[in-house]
């Protein structure tokens, strides 16, 4: 049994439901209503100030009046009345509560005083609620339905967390209609006592959800979020649409459900860590999480692809291409088996291309009988099974022609499409349906009741198997842990503790670096012409000569670094070009590296985020390109390596135009390293270390600036 | 009148059949059947080898029989028939036909001489056709349809031609669904004689059509398209699919139209020149396309988004930002006059999320009559407006609990949508529904019948947003034309034609890059140290010294370039180091050029294309980033900037990291030049100028290949 707070939540055994009436108009009775509709067995105590009866049951006009502690309170009742009726729940002993009003930190500084306050009456009761500003739960296995919307599909699979009520409310319609059912819905609303985190635990754990889609407007804890994601996303997918990305967006979300919304790139970089497939549309969400929830898992790359109709055809194989699929012709063998069934002009190749044809048992049973027995494909796409449908939009041309009522006439393509569900189940291989007909036609209608996922459009079939094969990869990805028991490096702490200054100036910031086994730039500290000539001696022509120190910014615009210096006639006019501009900072010589390939590393914060860590093109291309990828601190191994690889120039990484190839371990030791770094020091709020340059092969800092926190 | 071939195709008075029967489970007799029924008025005359009567019509057993020549000829006989036919038409005196049949150059070589036969028919008769490999053609305002499926909507807006014919009948049904009309719509099959440039102009012209889609998997003429459709789509929005840019897209290409598909940057190329809105789905290609039909257009970028949720308003938002749309606080005002419609908690300031309320006048009417009249937005989208389909989804609750038959139930909300669709077509601005209820809710419905856009997710209406604001940007490019008129530049013709070698060696591909102005390193040619010291002198140091040869690729791999020499002594070195690799090759001293930047410009061939020119990083980053972007020669002014300004790396262009901003009007110069070169010399077939070095802001070429085809 799960150990998450939201099992009793979303288990209780009785209810007492506080803002429903006998006036049907509010949304509090209709809620209640659904509720006692929903089939859930066990008691409901309706609280009402006046009534004794509401919606037939017997009503208690306060809490206290309850005969007992329900498991459950559900609170629809204004958000003043909030505090004091938690606070009498609690006095009564109940533990578990939903609290659907609305008014608090989404509102402003009163509202978040009030959440406060209600979070402080939970904590001393030892109460864990959902919302509040919530539609409420659903749980189609116990059952339980709190929400406004009835339910009309048990013992689903699909399990939502999402921070709109809309999304487990509105269009629960729309879900029916697709014939994707729900495991469990949980509204989150401001998250106050139950977060999106625990919602994703939750769910990772109930054996009744086989996939799991999140609505997300902000996560206040990402560091547990990317823990509990990440060890979830290798046995069970998660679907995730994140909207507060942009401007418009994060100011819609933050007068939604009060959250601190953060860029997009964190974000994105968040999810591919944990292994979440992103959605962009809440479509999206729904339609790729139930092709993940309802088919068996794809096992590889190899798709076959059947339909009545070349443009279709075409559509989903290039959007498989795209999406890393691959769609190749079938054998010999294969081919001739399929050229059976189908007109010599067709094709068998793959997309078979059956051409227009009537009867429907090639497409939905002969063609697909031979497609999953042979051993070309992981997976398979059909366009074009339609009966029902089609038929009533000829009936109008045909009827005057023949003597079949409506019905009858309808019915006489209808496809038996049980042997196509059942080959899917019984070889273990996804397979998705791509129509232009809707729940409307019996085809279609049949397959969304079978737990097989239709798409009205062939390129989004694509997708959904592209998402498929991101699970499947998601699956493979290396499993190694960060190693979070390290200890910080000697000398370290004495080194920030003394640095009084809000910048780092570069030599101390390389000096923390080279503590943490990061490899920078060789150079020495000077304060007069005859240090860097010995320094520079001691180093090699040619050298740098750069000011150093934490209070000059933008040192290279300023005149105030020289490179490729070749000699001591050229260092000395460097030395007194610096001091010209700055009476008495001190400088650095350093060694002048070889080397076409220049990146950046970083870290950065974000509202509820661990330290970012940053990796990405640099030297002039930074803000040009902005190549870069971003994941949290602690990172393992795999996850630096990974994001190296992410990059679009990751051919720079490899054996490029004759240069070596880049140590990809060294480059992984690095960032692996500035997480801890970071983690160690988190009054260090910024790291920039641009350019790391690639030297026969390995990565060194030549630049680098830490900023502390204000 | 539009003189266009199609016009006569598409407006016939007398339709003779070939291939209809009695025997309704044929296509022909089904597509007989459906012209019937669908309202042409002009005469149909059957022609069947035994039958006296087809489809209640008079038929006729030879097209000799035929009392007169009818304007058009339908053929859905078997392949091997079609010529004959076709010749027996010719002989009547019919000028066009529409050829269904298929069996032709999709099936291989003997299908391909078939096709030339029939081109070599119609053209000594005169003769245009649509098709073969073809479904029909659709004329909604004539009417005639000549597809499998009925049509139900007339005089539709959106016209529709496809190298897919399911997307011109099988996906019917859909389009009414959605409440897209069509104007015109023609399945193109193999386009032997009327190809899809035709149809374009056609539509174009066509004053009914009032946005139109293109389903596209190859294009034959490029250049004409480019014509067409660069004059179109300043008036008229023009949206298309292309499928063919993958493997698996183009192999299924070839068998389904026998088109050559081409790369798909280089259709993304020739889109962005045209003002050609592409879509990545044929769902998006359909609802972008209507919404741009039926739509005023939106003339700046500023978006209303009204909700009755957080999430979809979110959503909406969002994706508006994505794409370059703002949604920006209302001002005070106008935030006033919303708020006396919302609750005190709700949001007015854009997105207006009014929370969940049950009295539609609010969403449909009252505050969308304050947006439209505030000059505050120039598109609106609004989420949430349903009415029956919610209805019907509370009603199992609720029937219990009171005595009200389901129909009065359903029509107790029923909203009031004329105003809002009259408002906005008063104010000429455009209006976007999302909604999770689809046709079967009455005020989707009502949306769908009247001509406004519906979309079943909320980011989907953001990005129909963008599509007009796309056609906004597409409106407002620069119109001026290429220089056509311009004389090959003298002495290059002789240059050319005394190159005998596949490829051109780099002083001679440079020196016909001066010819035609586009500035290139400084060089002389040398054979002897001597020489090269002279040529050192003259240039002063650092030069270059490099093998020149027209046998010799990879030169810089094979270790014959030497850059930043310094002084005599290193050329020395350098040139005999070079000797001692080849013994009897020219070599090349120039000068070396300094500067940070450095692009690459070049020329390629794509099937049915004419030369394309491309523009992009270069150097070290050419392949690692692949950062380039291609148009059609020839090319504007205007093109030539557009192109460097939609590289990704184009803040590499201005004023970056202190460098001085690179002169634009010698980029496009160069670019525009390098067109009129492929075009003056179609036996060059590749040229790759890279790097194009940025020096002091102007580009020079600093290497140079030329290859002549085979």
Redesign the interface.
């Known amino acids: 049994m799960s150990s998450s707070p939201l099992h009793a939540i979303m288990n209780p055994s009785s209810i007492a439901f506080v803002g429903a009436s006998n006036n049907?108009?509010k949304?509090g009775s209709?809620q209640c209503?659904?509720l006692i509709?929903s089939g859930f067995s066990g008691d409901i105590l309706p609280v009402h100030p006046r009534e004794d009866v509401v919606?037939g049951k017997k009503a208690y006009h306060f809490v206290s009046d309850l005969p007992y502690a329900p498991d459950l309170a559900v609170l629809v009742v204004p958000?003043g009345l909030v505090p004091d009726m938690l606070e009498d729940f609690g006095r009564l002993g109940t533990r578990n509560a939903v609290i659907i009003s609305?008014?608090f930190r989404?509102?402003g500084i009163s509202g978040k005083d009030l959440e406060l306050r209600i979070s402080d009456i939970a904590r001393r009761y030892g109460m864990r609620f959902v919302g509040p500003n919530c539609v409420g739960i659903i749980n189609t296995q116990l059952p339980l339905n709190l929400t406004?919307?009835?339910v009309r599909d048990y013992n689903g699979r699909l399990g939502i967390a999402?921070?709109?009520?809309?999304?487990v409310t509105?269009?629960?319609?729309?879900l029916h209609?697709h014939g994707i059912t729900v495991s469990k819905a949980i509204s989150i609303g401001n998250g106050t006592s139950i977060d999106i985190v625990d919602c994703l635990e939750y769910l990772g754990d109930d054996e009744q959800t086989a996939a799991i889609v999140l609505?997300i407007?902000g996560i206040d804890r990402a560091g547990d979020f990317l823990d509990a994601a990440r060890a979830i996303s290798r046995r069970k997918p998660i679907v995730a649409?994140y909207?507060?990305?942009?401007?418009?967006?994060a100011?819609?979300?933050s007068?939604?459900?009060g959250s601190m919304a953060g860029p997009d790139y964190v974000y994105d970089g968040l999810f591919k860590q944990a292994g979440v497939i992103r959605a962009?549309?809440?479509?999206?969400a729904y339609k790729i999480g139930w092709t993940l929830a309802s088919q068996p898992p794809l096992e590889g790359s190899r798709i076959g692809v059947l339909t009545n109709?070349?443009?279709?055809?075409?559509?989903i194989?290039?959007?498989?291409?795209?999406y890393g699929l691959?769609?190749?012709?079938f054998s010999d063998e294969v081919q001739k088996e399929i050229r059976e069934f189908i007109p010599g002009?067709a094709?068998a190749?793959n997309?078979v291309?059956l051409?227009?044809h009537?009867d429907m048992s090639v497409l939905a049973e002969k063609i697909p009988r031979v497609l999953f027995a042979a051993d070309e494909i992981d997976g398979v796409i059909i366009h074009?099974i339609m009966d029902t449908?089609w038929m009533d939009?000829?009936f109008?041309?045909?009827k005057p022609?023949?003597d079949i009522p409506r019905e009858d006439f309808l019915n006489m393509r209808k496809a038996d499409i049980s042997n196509l569900t059942d080959l899917s189940f019984r070889h273990g291989k996804p397979l998705i349906i791509s129509s232009?007909?809707?729940d409307e036609d019996h085809a279609l209608n049949a397959f969304n009741r079978n737990g097989i996922p239709t798409f009205?459009?062939?390129?989004?079939a694509g997708r959904a198997m592209a998402a498929l094969y991101e699970h499947f990869l998601i699956r493979n990805m290396p499993h190694d842990k960060p190693d979070t028991g390290m200890e910080m490096p000697e000398n370290v702490r004495s080194i920030v503790d003394s640095t009084d200054t809000q910048a780092f100036d570069e030599y101390t910031a390389k000096k923390i670096l080279r503590e943490y086994g990061i490899p920078t730039t060789r150079e020495f500290l000077v304060n007069t012409i005859e240090e860097a000539v010995d320094s520079a001696g001691a180093i090699g022509y040619p050298v740098a000569l750069k000011v150093c120190s934490p209070h000059i910014m933008h040192k290279t615009?300023r005149g105030m670094v020289h490179l490729a210096i070749q000699d001591d006639e050229s260092l000395q006019k460097a030395f007194h070009s610096i001091r010209s501009k700055d009476e008495k900072s001190a400088m650095l010589v350093s060694e002048m590296l070889r080397g076409?390939r220049e990146f950046m590393a970083g870290m950065t914060y974000s509202p509820g985020f661990p330290p970012c860590i940053m990796f990405g093109l640099g030297g002039?291309?930074t803000?040009?390109?902005k190549?870069n990828a971003i994941r949290l601190a602690p990172l393992s191994h795999s996850d630096a390596v990974a994001m190296a690889e992410s990059l679009?120039?990751?051919?720079?990484l490899g054996p490029?135009?004759?240069m070596q190839p880049v140590d990809m371990d060294a480059i992984a030791s690095m960032l692996v390293a500035l997480g801890r770094l970071a983690l160690d020091f988190p009054q260090i709020r910024e790291i920039d270390l641009n350019p790391v340059i690639i030297n026969d092969g390995m990565p060194k800092v030549a630049d680098a600036l830490f900023v502390r926190g204000v």
């Open positions: 049907l108009v949304m209709l209503l659904n509709h919606l958000t609305g008014g989404e509102t406004i919307a009835p999402s921070q709109s009520g809309t999304y509105q269009t629960l319609p729309y209609k609505y407007e649409q909207v507060g990305g942009t401007e418009a967006g100011r819609a979300v007068s939604h459900t962009d549309t809440i479509e999206d109709s070349g443009g279709p055809g075409t559509g194989a290039n959007m498989c291409n795209q691959e769609v190749k012709e002009y094709s190749k997309p291309d051409t227009f009537m074009g449908g939009m000829l109008p041309i045909l022609m023949i232009f007909f809707g009205d459009s062939p390129e989004k615009e076409n002039v291309f803000e040009a390109l190549d679009a120039s990751r051919a720079l490029y135009r004759g």
